[in-house]
């Protein structure tokens, strides 16, 4: 198992930028791939983007493909979510997530931080 925890969240205007942190504990954090997921009010979770535990391998979700930049550092036990041209329909709750294989489903990921929240004002 390894425990993550989220930090970074906060209220921004549309436009603006925010930078997600996933700290990890417990084991070697190169080991894991790592990924973002999002929840909204009243919506089920989604998939934001995902990257393997040596960052060769990157994925997003088409809705913030261009916008949204993930990306880890293994010294650090740490990932990231950099996120640009915020919009309103980008608030949620954010989760990182990680498991020992790489994969875009929220279902395969056996450990999640406790979310932090993005608010994105018009």
């Known amino acids: 198992q390894v425990q993550l925890a989220e930090s970074g969240g906060g209220v921004v205007q549309a436009g603006g930028s925010l930078r997600l942190s996933c700290a990890a504990s417990g084991r070697t954090f190169s080991n894991y791939a790592m990924a973002w997921f999002r929840q909204a009010p009243g919506k089920q979770r989604e998939f934001v983007a995902a990257?393997?535990?040596?960052?060769?391998?990157?994925f997003y979700a088409d809705s913030v493909k261009g916008r949204f930049t993930i990306s880890r550092d293994n010294a650090k036990s740490t990932g990231y979510l950099q996120m640009n041209s915020l919009k309103p329909e980008d608030t949620a709750v954010y989760y990182c997530?990680?498991?020992?294989?790489?994969?875009?489903?929220?279902?395969?990921?056996?450990?999640w931080g406790q979310g932090t929240q993005v608010t994105v004002s018009s």
């Open positions: 997530a990680a498991n020992n294989f790489l994969s875009t489903t929220s279902g395969e990921y056996p450990n």
């Open positions: 990257i393997s535990g040596g960052s060769g391998r990157l």
